[in-house]
């Protein structure tokens, strides 16, 4: 069983910035995908950013110009660096793995949350 688990989040004033980590259980350089997720209060969580296997990032729009992800496989770890917060930013912050994981019964296709990690943007 792959476990996540999220770290970072508080509270920052408007322009600030955070780096949200999420370690893994597991080596990371073999998971297909590794993800930001978020969910605002009242709304359903969404996409932030991904870093695949092969290399590439991916960004939803609100957010591809302020944060960045990155990852360090050797320390099994997730980053999120993000810059110029805004309120709108303010949500539960999910890290992600997905691929295809190891089991008694050979390799399974999984995807695997985090509990979370709160970020709050507020003055």
């Known amino acids: 069983q792959v476990q996540l688990v999220e770290s970072g989040g508080g509270l920052v004033q408007p322009g600030g910035s955070l780096t949200l980590s999420c370690s893994a259980s597991i080596n990371i350089y073999s998971i297909h995908t590794m993800a930001w997720y978020r969910q605002g209060p009242g709304k359903q969580r969404s996409f932030v950013a991904a870093s695949r296997s092969d290399g590439s990032t991916s960004y939803s729009d609100s957010v591809k110009a302020r944060f960045t992800i990155s990852r360090d496989n050797a320390q099994r770890r997730v980053y999120l660096v993000m810059n110029d917060l805004k309120p709108e930013d303010t949500a539960v912050y999910f890290c992600?793995?997905?691929?295809?994981?190891?089991?008694?019964?050979?390799?399974?296709?999984?995807?695997?949350w985090g509990q979370g990690t709160q970020v709050t943007v507020s003055s």
């Open positions: 992600n793995a997905d691929g295809d994981f190891p089991s008694p019964q050979g390799l399974l296709a999984g995807s695997y």
